[in-house]
Structures are given as C-alpha cells and as structure tokens.
C-alpha cells in the first residue's frame, strides 16, 4: 500500500484527503517512479473543481513530479533503476508516493537539480 491525496469529490483544496491505494506497478514500456517532489499547477486545481465532472470519482490529482526510479517495465530503453527523474503529463495523477508513467512522459534529471 502506499499514500496518496485524492478528491472523492469536487470542490475547493478542502476535498483533498490522505488516502491509501494499491502501488502500482510497470507495464510494458512504463516506468515506476518514487516520488520526491510533487509539482502542484493551476489545471491540478481545474480539475479538482470540477470543471471537468467526466472525471470518475475519487481521483487522484497531479501531472507533474519528480522522483527516483524504483522499477521498469519490458520493452523500456531509456531509464534504468535508480535514474532521477521528472515527469510531466501524467494523467494517472502524482499525488502518491509512487508513480507510473510511459517513457515519454519522463526525462533524466541532472544531479546538479533539485527534486524540487
């Protein structure tokens, strides 16, 4: 299990709730990323309101991290183990402490950069 923010509805920050979900896992061509830093932008926040309700209930917010490699898919050539990352796009949310992505979704993060 891992920790994770989620909104089980729509509103204001206030609806944002510590929670516990499955950690996921790698498929094909995706990576595991832990999470070290969550970038928090304005359409996080669009999306939370509601402005979007075809967005299924509870969710989990974020489309930008970084973090550290923990685990890659098949089929995945640019990451190994214990790159640093970051990460934008992620519609799964990034909002936990462990996050999957696709490769093109991340890139290397330099050691001379902050998570943050």
């Not at 970038?39 to 075809?54: E, L, Q, T, Y």
């Amino acid at each position: 299990m891992q920790q994770v923010v989620r909104a089980h509805k729509f509103g204001q920050s206030t609806v944002l709730k510590l929670d516990s979900m499955g950690k996921p896992r790698p498929g094909n061509g995706q990576i595991l990323v832990e999470t070290m830093a969550i970038g928090v932008n304005p359409i996080d926040a669009h999306f939370r309101s509601g402005v979007n309700k075809s967005i299924p209930l509870p969710f989990l917010p974020g489309m930008d991290c970084a973090g550290i490699v923990e685990e890659i898919g098949s089929n995945v050539m640019s990451f190994k183990k214990g790159d640093r990352v970051y990460l934008g796009g992620v519609m799964s949310g990034t909002y936990a402490e462990y996050v999957v992505c696709t490769e093109r979704q991340a890139g290397l993060l330099p050691d001379s950069q902050s998570f943050a």
